[in-house]
């Protein structure tokens, strides 16, 4: 669910690589050593189905659809939700450490994942500690339901998705599971979110929406969350102001770049990333 602008013009996984960003240690992450030096993208499985206002314009949706009609075999069913067996074990075959961006293409906790293919996927990222993966989902019920028969393998963090106050909820259901850092994606962000509970948060990242139909994102609205960030010391990620041609929008917040991710997440491709789902 980390849908990226960057990889548009590729049919494969490939995100690609950033620049190095500020760091901050995140209270609540637990420690550990794994050095990881490029991003990837890893889709055992695709497609979803919208769930709330923030699916309006749903990045992966308009990519699933795009190579469904260029007849790329993995997308023959378009956007419905697929599990894609063949692809289970790839992460096993990368060497080198990496971040690993998990289902972008859907939502690996959609109802119409099996328990048992997530509980696999999950063995895949226990049996490879050095990549770091990254879960983000706007399904944490399940992913609560779930949370206690799954392991929680340093290596493995968990977001959830927000897109105004409404929505909170989702970060009260990440904060069950034993993920050894949880974090909240504020993307599309559609309206104020003044009363954040950070507690057992390591990491905030915000964006506007960005691509055609793009939602206006208020200064005012990133600035309340930053400051709230500022002052519960967790790390925050302003991504992008959006828009509908977002690189001539930038991500300059009153004069100045906010970059911080936690201690632990050396580079990021965020820099590349669209609209995150
Ligand atoms: S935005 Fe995320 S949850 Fe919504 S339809 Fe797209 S992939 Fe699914």
């Given at each position: 669910?980390?849908?990226?602008?960057?990889?548009?013009?590729?049919?494969?996984?490939?995100?690609?690589?950033?620049?190095?960003?500020?760091?901050?240690?995140?209270?609540?992450?637990?420690?550990?050593?794994?050095?990881?030096?490029?991003?990837?993208?890893?889709?055992?499985?695709?497609?979803?189905?919208k769930?709330?206002p923030g699916c309006a314009h749903c990045w992966?949706e308009r990519?699933?659809?795009?190579?469904?009609?260029?007849?790329?075999?993995?997308?023959?069913?378009?956007?419905?939700?697929?599990?894609?067996?063949?692809?289970?074990?790839?992460?096993?075959?990368?060497?080198?450490?990496?971040?690993?961006?998990?289902?972008?293409?859907?939502?690996?906790?959609?109802?119409?994942?099996?328990?048992?293919?997530?509980?696999?996927?999950?063995?895949?990222?226990?049996?490879?500690?050095?990549?770091?993966?990254?879960?983000?989902?706007?399904?944490?019920?399940?992913?609560?339901?779930?949370?206690?028969?799954?392991?929680?393998?340093?290596?493995?963090?968990?977001?959830?998705?927000?897109e105004?106050?409404?929505?909170?909820?989702?970060?009260?259901?990440?904060?069950?599971?034993?993920?050894?850092?949880?974090?909240?994606?504020?993307?599309p962000?559609l309206?104020?979110?003044?009363?954040?509970?950070?507690?057992?948060?390591?990491?905030?990242?915000?964006?506007g929406e960005s691509g055609p139909g793009a939602r206006p994102l208020?200064?005012?609205?990133?600035?309340?969350?930053?400051?709230?960030?500022?002052?519960?010391?967790?790390?925050?990620?302003?991504?992008?102001?959006g828009g509908v041609r977002r690189?001539?929008?930038?991500?300059?917040?009153?004069?100045?770049?906010?970059?911080?991710?936690?201690?632990?997440?050396?580079?990021?491709?965020?820099?590349?990333?669209g609209t995150?789902?």
């Amino acid at each position: 669910m980390l849908p990226a602008d960057a990889t548009e013009e590729l049919p494969g996984d490939r995100v690609t690589r950033a620049p190095a960003v500020a760091r901050r240690q995140p209270r609540t992450a637990r420690t550990e050593s794994v050095r990881v030096v490029s991003d990837e993208s890893w889709n055992p499985t695709t497609g979803c189905t919208k769930i709330s206002p923030g699916c309006a314009h749903c990045w992966a949706e308009r990519m699933a659809r795009r190579l469904q009609g260029i007849g790329q075999p993995r997308y023959a069913r378009g956007f419905a939700v697929t599990t894609h067996e063949d692809l289970l074990d790839k992460p096993l075959h990368w060497v080198k450490p990496r971040h690993v961006y998990v289902s972008f293409m859907g939502d690996l906790f959609h109802d119409d994942v099996p328990d048992e293919f997530i509980a696999r996927v999950f063995d895949v990222m226990v049996r490879s500690p050095r990549h770091r993966f990254h879960l983000l989902t706007k399904r944490p019920e399940r992913l609560a339901r779930m949370g206690p028969r799954l392991p929680w393998p340093v290596n493995v963090w968990a977001g959830v998705t927000l897109e105004d106050a409404e929505h909170l909820w989702r970060a009260d259901l990440l904060r069950e599971t034993g993920a050894a850092l949880r974090y909240l994606v504020l993307e599309p962000l559609l309206g104020p979110v003044d009363a954040l509970d950070l507690r057992e948060i390591g990491w905030v990242v915000l964006g506007g929406e960005s691509g055609p139909g793009a939602r206006p994102l208020k200064a005012d609205w990133v600035r309340s969350v930053r400051d709230q960030c500022i002052a519960a010391g967790v790390p925050f990620y302003f991504k992008q102001w959006g828009g509908v041609r977002r690189k001539e929008t930038g991500r300059e917040l009153d004069g100045r770049l906010w970059t911080e991710s936690p201690a632990e997440a050396g580079q990021l491709a965020f820099e590349d990333l669209g609209t995150t789902g």
